[in-house]
T-cell receptor, first 114, second 113 residues
Framework: EAAVTQSPRSKVAVTGGKVTLSCHQT?????MYWYRQDTGHGLRLIHY???????EKGDIPDGYKASRPSQENFSLILELASLSQTAVYFC?????????????FGSGTRLTVL | QQKVQQSPESLSVPEGGMASLNCTSS?????YFWWYRQHSGEGPKALM?????GDKKEGRFTAHLNKASLHVSLHIRDSQPSDSALYFC?????????????FGKGTQLIIQP
């Protein structure tokens, strides 16, 4: 089964600070995604990438940047963390981007901004 | 407006019983549907997909899609305690794919031993 590893598992950050969440996949998948999960909102797509050195905006990109330095690694960057960014963040990968492709999720990073 | 709506928000079913979860889309562009399951403390995992009208069965799980009404359901027979989880319905458009998947808010399923 596809393996997607996220780090850290949890993080506490201060308002206005910079936060970097990391994701690593070992499945040779082209597509990688960052989702945010909030109670009452389900999963919402922040950024995604289909090739190294390129990223695309998802549905809620404001306040977030993404970086894909290699096929295996995908980072989510909060330059100025805010209270509203407290959430659980999931990274996912898929082989390709078609509708029949399965998303493989990591275990999540719980971010608390104080 | 939430484009993918799930009901009920929470469902309690006795062990061995049938659990039925519902999902409706308000966007006629959504044609491809997935069910994902998330156990507490873990990431979501794909359960099954359904792209054509009718039923699709995988073991104890059966999905039903009615494209005319944009309604998809998931039925779990002989429910087990391990089925207790948050279930997400997700949909993508005709012109979209995994990179444009829209998730519902989820249904929390509790299986009572």
């Amino acid at each position: 089964e596809a393996a997607v590893t996220q780090s850290p598992r949890s993080k506490v950050a201060v308002t206005g600070g910079k936060v970097t969440l990391s994701c690593h996949q070992t499945n040779n998948h082209d597509y990688m995604y960052w989702y945010r999960q909030d109670t009452g909102h389900g999963l919402r797509l922040i950024h995604y990438s289909y090739v190294a050195d390129s990223t695309e905006k998802g549905d809620i990109p404001d306040g977030y940047k993404a970086s894909r330095p290699s096929q295996e690694n995908f980072s989510l960057i909060l330059e100025l963390a805010s209270l509203s960014q407290t959430a659980v963040y999931f990274c996912a990968s898929s082989r390709l981007g078609g509708h029949a492709e399965t998303l493989y999720f990591g275990s999540g990073t719980r971010l608390t901004v104080l | 407006q939430q484009k993918v709506q799930q009901s009920p928000e929470s469902l309690s079913v006795p062990e061995g019983g049938m659990a039925s979860l519902n999902c409706t889309s308000s966007d006629r562009n959504f044609q491809y549907f997935w069910w994902y399951r998330q156990h507490s403390g873990e990431g979501p995992k794909a359960l099954m997909s359904i792209f054509s009208d009718g039923d699709k069965k995988e073991g104890r799980f059966t999905a039903h899609l009615n494209k005319a009404s944009l309604h998809v359901s998931l039925h779990i027979r002989d429910s087990q305690p391990s089925d207790s989880a948050l279930y997400f319905c997700a949909a993508s458009e005709l012109t979209g794919g995994a990179d444009r998947l829209t998730f519902g808010k989820g249904t929390q399923l509790i299986i009572q031993p």
